[in-house]
């Protein structure tokens, strides 16, 4: 069993949803389009191109590894305007076209439609893209008195900080002084950061579950502070229901924040400060604790279990041999998380989207059933654990119907 970085170069919401191929559009095609409607005296000769087009052509660009045509492409669309159009234009350009292409490497990078060479290039465009927006809105915001100050991260461990980004610059386009701290911000510089410089709100993000953990840490440290959380990313679950567990708001994206920070959150009080179990009493059986302290042990004896039960693995290379170790890590990574919250679902779906992730590899999904046994008979006496391994098992043994029969 080999997935190469399954988890590590996954972009927040991945889904189970499908892509079209790929249209005709090069970046040549693209940069001919904004020429023809920025340079003077030919703007009459060709059709603005639509919202639809233009993303085609940033979504080419991105995974050409085009920089100068994707950034040509942004600063088109912002244009040029009154003060309220140009914010009102950056505010479609970050959410209607670079979000949704960043959406769409996610996606092609699970499917194995590009590499994780392409994903990282393709990101690192679209940062760009963000940056060049922003600079576009800056004139248009420099005479606004703020509506307050809030303070975005993402937490420590994640570096999926797009989705963040993105937050941080609609939130400056609707009125808020906004500090951004990047990606994998440990709790205590966080901390320390809101120490130094008082904020009406934290807003932290995160994509990926297994940080769900640290996040609950953060999330406390900061309400015993007294300063209010929300939380969002695709980590927090369906409808947020992992940052509701957790004492936090939650928004679902940047548009959402900015409504509930327009509402205002209620300030924690001086006894929000509070040990974790309070938030989630099943925590006291200790089953979360132990997963976790024996996590080498378990993935060293899975390795061993299922060389005995596929003996192809015992002819894998050394670097094979890393990576399957890897991927056993991560199951019982997000095995152990799905235990903090108490929470199968969380591991099925992790489960599940791994096997997608196998299945366009060429890489039979069944390889993960001798680590999903081993794991079983291994924490035979955690109940949860067991539990949720077995769903997950269950989940993963029944293929899905065909299009148009019954489940």
């Not at 799905?338 to 999904?365: E, G, M, S």
Request: glycine residues 4%; contains cysteine.
């Amino acid at each position: 069993m080999t997935t190469s970085d399954v988890t590590t170069h996954a972009t927040s919401d991945v889904t189970t949803r499908t892509t079209s191929g790929v249209t005709t559009h090069t970046a040549s095609h693209a940069t001919s389009d904004i020429t023809a409607h920025t340079a003077s005296g030919v703007t009459a000769h060709r059709a603005a191109p639509s919202h639809d087009e233009l993303r085609e052509q940033l979504w080419r660009a991105a995974v050409d590894c085009d920089v100068i045509h994707a950034v040509a492409l942004v600063r088109y669309a912002v244009g040029d305007g009154t003060s309220s159009q140009v914010l009102a234009a950056a505010e479609r350009t970050l959410l209607q076209l670079i979000a949704p292409v960043q959406e769409r490497v996610g996606i092609q990078w699970a499917a194995n439609a590009i590499t994780v060479a392409q994903e990282h290039a393709a990101t690192a465009i679209n940062e760009r893209c963000v940056s060049a927006v922003a600079d576009l809105a800056a004139p248009a915001l420099a005479d606004a008195a703020p509506l307050g100050r809030v303070t975005v991260a993402c937490v420590d461990g994640e570096w999926h900080a797009l989705p963040a980004r993105l937050v941080a610059e609609v939130l400056r386009l609707r009125g808020w002084h906004v500090d951004y701290l990047g990606a994998q911000v440990p709790t205590e510089h966080l901390m320390a950061h809101l120490h130094q410089r008082p904020t009406d709100a934290v807003l932290l993000s995160s994509s990926i579950s297994a940080h769900l953990p640290t996040a609950h840490t953060a999330i406390s440290a900061c309400q015993a502070s007294g300063v209010p959380v929300m939380a969002g990313g695709a980590a927090f679950g369906p409808q947020g229901r992992y940052a509701h567990r957790m004492q936090a708001a939650w928004a679902p994206d940047a548009l959402g924040a900015h409504t509930l920070l327009k509402q205002g959150l209620e300030r924690p009080t001086a006894d929000a400060a509070r040990l974790p179990d309070l938030d989630l009493p099943h925590l006291n059986d200790q089953e979360y604790t132990l997963v976790r302290q024996t996590k080498r042990q378990l993935v060293t004896q899975t390795l061993t279990d299922i060389e005995d039960a596929f003996p192809p693995m015992r002819s894998y290379t050394e670097y094979q041999l890393e990576r399957t170790a890897e991927d056993i890590d991560h199951i019982v990574t997000h095995l152990a998380t799905a235990v903090y919250v108490d929470d199968a679902d969380l591991f099925t779906v992790f489960i599940t989207w791994t096997a997608d992730i196998l299945r366009a590899r060429n890489v039979p999904p069944q390889s993960l059933l001798p680590a999903l046994d081993s794991l079983r008979r291994q924490l035979n006496d955690f109940p949860r654990a067991t539990g949720i391994l077995t769903a997950a098992r269950t989940a993963l043994a029944v293929p899905a119907p065909a299009p148009g029969q019954p489940a």
